[in-house]
Every structure is written in C-alpha cells, then in structure tokens.
C-alpha cells in the first residue's frame, strides 16, 4: 500500500520539475547565442564525425562545447581550436552489484545523473548537438530536460539505433531491446532538428519513428587523401620500431646510408625515396571490435589467399593492418596467433589520430567487415579510405550500395570465400599499375568526392542561421 501510495507522489514531483523548466525555458529563449554543446556519451577520440561537427561549428565563430570520454586524444585540430573547450564526462567503473540486469538499470541512472550535471554546468548553448549511439540511453532524455533547464533546441545525429545494437548480444524480442526502442522512438520525437547518416536511416526514421529528419552523409576530412612517398616512408619507419610487418624481411644489396622498410627504401646520397622492390601488398581494415564485425571472415580469406600461394599461384606476400581498440580485440588476437601463415603478416596496433589518415593513403586496399545492427547507417573507415583514393572489399549489407559502387570503385562480398577470390584477382597483377585495383583508385581520383566542410555548409550551417 505504501508503494502505490508513493507513485502519485512520484508523478506530481516530476510533473513539478517539468514545469519549472518550461518556465525557465520561457524565461531564458535568448540566450546563448553563438554557443553550441557538441554531447557524446562515449569516448572522444574515437567519435570522428561529432569532432567533425564541432570543427565546423568553430569554423563558423561558434564556442563549442565539446563534451565526453577522454579516453583516446581527439585529433590536434580539435586541441588547437580556440573556438573548442573540451568537456569531460567521468568514465563509469566497478559497478559490479547483484544481476545484470540492475547494473544495467544503476549504469542507467549514474551516466543520467552524470550528464545531467555536466550539461548544466558549461555555459547557456543555443543548441544541443547530441550524438545518437553511442547510447541512446539515457542521453537523449538527458539532453532534452537539458535543453529544457537552458532553453536550447535539440538536434540529435542518428548513427544507428541503439536497440539494434543491444539486439546483437540479447536478440530482438527481449524485454530490455524492446525498451530501448520504445525509448528512443519516445524521446527521439523529442528533438526539434535531425540528422542521420544515410537516406535509408532518413525514410526508416519517417516511417517507423515519425521522425523528420536531414541526411548528412559522413564524408572525409581533408586530411583523409593519398600519402606521399615521403611521408609513407617516415611513416613505415616509425611503426617499424615498434611492428615488426614492417620491417624489411630480406636485406638486398642497398647502398650505403639508406634505411628501408618492408614497403620503402630512402637513398643515402640521393635524400629520394622509392618503392621496395618485392614488397608486400599492404592491406588495412580498421575496427571497434565489436559483434557487429565479424573478423573471421577476413582470417578465413588470409588462409585461402595463403593456400593460393602454396599451390602456385603468383601472389605478393601480404601485410594485414587492423586498427582500433575494442571489447573483442584480445578474442580475435587469440585466433591470429593460432593461424600457420608463412606469407601474411598481421598486426593490430592502435594508431596515433595523425598517423591513421596517413596509414590509409599509404595502403593498396582496405577491407570492411563492418554489418550494419540496423542495415540502415554506412561505415565511416570505408568513407575515410575513399578520401584517400583507396579501393575497398566490404561486406554485404542492406544500404552500403549508397556508398560502394560494386566493380567501380571497390567490390561487395557477402562471405570469406568470395573476398579471398577478390583478393586473389586484385593482387594477381600487383605492383603494376594495371588491372582492376588501378582502375578502382583511379575512379576515386576522378570522382571529387564532396568533403565534409562542403557538405556540412550545405546540410547544416542553413539549419543553425535559419533557427536563431
């Protein structure tokens, strides 16, 4: 009796809070002009497009502040802004108590209670910029009473949906899934603008969520493009301390004072750099390590493109580079070193900021094994490999059509046998500059992809200077 008792109780609290922010809203319209509040509930660094947005928003003369984990150092053009403060968010640990199920439920409530009180503590923002998954959980009911408490409008970026995700690991009819996604349908509608990554996720968020919302297609950063041979060799020398793929495996005769890597040598006298003769192929996938990403089936094609060799056929010895730091990474390390390959090396180093861009523009093919929980958002890494004019093998899945154009400037794979035959017809003809992989990175240098400031300016800056 008590308990039901206190729900009524319960209520008219919340609808009191309710309404003093509205009130306070009303009150504080005006302000913060020029400010905006860039919220990710999630590590920083590794949150490539909502520095991308605060770039911008600095770009423009806005003060940004740019609020979350930081745990990986954001990239230096974030660090140098003048216009960019960055917010930290405390990282939960140790929240270990009874079930799952009430860890989940405190997790819930701490991060709410978090957020809530960094948000209220940096100055008045016209707009808060809050990035969709990851989670949708609890950040946008956060967001949204924060919003209310300054009087600032709510624009939410749609990754994906983070009931897809959590429906990895639980499956799609469990009680907490069906939760998240009547949560975020709810407070989703919430929000005064959208954006999304994809025109798939635009039409899913209308029909199912009737949510409105702009499709801002990620694009690369202008630092994203093809590496010169200078720079690759710096590059290969200074991993080579540290990851023995790129060392040399076999020392030629090379003239006095040169250095090489497995990939370039620098002449002594010469100061020039060149590319090694009888280099490997240098493959690249980058990744979070999570269940949305199958690695097995990239391990499963190395072993074919190996048995390949072993039985004649003429390919280059490969280097596989897989970045990114992860939940699953010390899993997929375990079933690497389990692998017999005398002609693949792989290594899983995580890259400074600076040095990923570089790697990509240094590499002769990127693989994606990323598959959309939702089918609905695009993979970033395979953006940022197009803005360095590299050629990609991605996996199947229900939109990726609107960024891979099959047999034009990649291919599409749905399983490990059909990309390690990709492989196979791509390197049959390498290093020539002839044949399928040529002509791939060729169409990339002729397509002019639009980048991310453009697009931004055209997507977004009319939304912030009509609003205000």
């Known amino acids: 009796m008590a ?29 913060g002009a020029g400010r905006v509040c860039v919220a990710v509930l999630g590590d920083l660094g590794r949150s490539p497009r909502m520095q991308y947005h605060a770039l911008a928003l600095a770009r423009h003369g806005r003060e ?18 003048e216009n960019i403060r960055l917010v930290p968010v405390a990282e939960l640990s140790g929240l270990r108590v009874g079930p799952k199920l009430l860890q989940y439920v405190l997790k819930v409530l701490v991060q709410s209670v978090q957020l809530l009180y960094t948000l209220l503590r940096i100055d008045q923002p016209s707009y808060i910029l809050l990035q969709q998954n990851p989670p949708g959980l609890p950040s946008i009911a ?22 897809s995700i959590m429906s990895l690991s639980h499956g799609r009819s469990h009680p907490l899934v069906l939760i998240a996604k009547w949560y975020e349908k709810l407070f989703g509608r919430l929000s005064d603008y959208n954006l999304c990554v994809t025109d798939a996720m635009k039409k899913d968020l209308w029909v199912n969520f009737k949510i409105k919302a702009v499709a801002l297609y990620d694009r690369p950063a202008s630092y994203f493009k093809e590496t010169p041979l200078d720079l690759q060799h710096n590059l290969f020398m200074k991993l080579a301390k540290d990851y023995e793929p790129f060392r040399p495996r076999y020392y030629r005769a090379v003239s006095p004072g040169a250095d090489r890597s497995a990939f370039t040598q620098r002449d002594g006298s010469s100061g020039s750099v060149l590319k090694a003769r009888g280099r490997p192929a240098l493959l690249i996938s980058s990744t979070s390590w999570t269940e949305d990403e ?3 089936v990239l391990l499963r094609a190395l072993e074919d493109y190996e048995r390949f060799i072993e039985e004649g056929a003429e390919l280059p010895a490969l280097v596989c580079v897989i970045t990114g730091k992860g939940p699953l990474k010390d899993y997929y390390n375990g079933l690497i070193q389990k692998l017999h390959l005398k ?21 002769d093919l990127g693989v994606c094994l990323h598959k959309s929980s939702s089918g609905l958002d695009l993979p970033m890494k395979v953006v940022d490999m197009f803005g360095c004019c590299l050629p990609v093998c991605a996996i199947h899945f229900e939109c990726l059509h609107e960024l891979v154009k099959h047999n034009e400037n990649g291919l599409i794979f749905r399983d490990s046998q059909e990309l390690a035959k990709q492989l196979k017809m791509l390197f049959l003809d390498f290093p020539s500059l002839e044949g399928k992989l040529h002509s791939f990175r060729e169409n990339l240098r002729e397509s002019r992809q639009l980048r991310w400031d453009q697009s931004w300016d055209q997507t977004v800056l009319p939304l912030l200077c009509n609003r205000e």
């Open 294 to 296: 199958d690695f097995s």
């Open 142 to 163: 956060v967001a949204w009473v924060a919003g209310l408490w300054w009087g600032s409008k709510l624009i939410i970026d749609w990754h994906n949906y983070g009931y």
């Open 64 to 81: 940004v502040a740019l609020l979350g984990y930081l745990r990986d150092r954001p990239h230096r053009d974030v660090l140098r802004s």
């Open 3 to 31: 308990a039901a008792g206190l729900w009524p109780a319960l209520w008219a609290v919340v609808a009191a809070l309710l309404l003093l922010l509205l009130w306070r809203r009303r009150r504080r319209r005006a302000g």
């Open 343 to 363: 002609h693949i090396q792989i290594c899983t180093p995580w890259l400074e900021a600076e040095d990923y861009p570089l790697l990509l523009g240094s590499a």
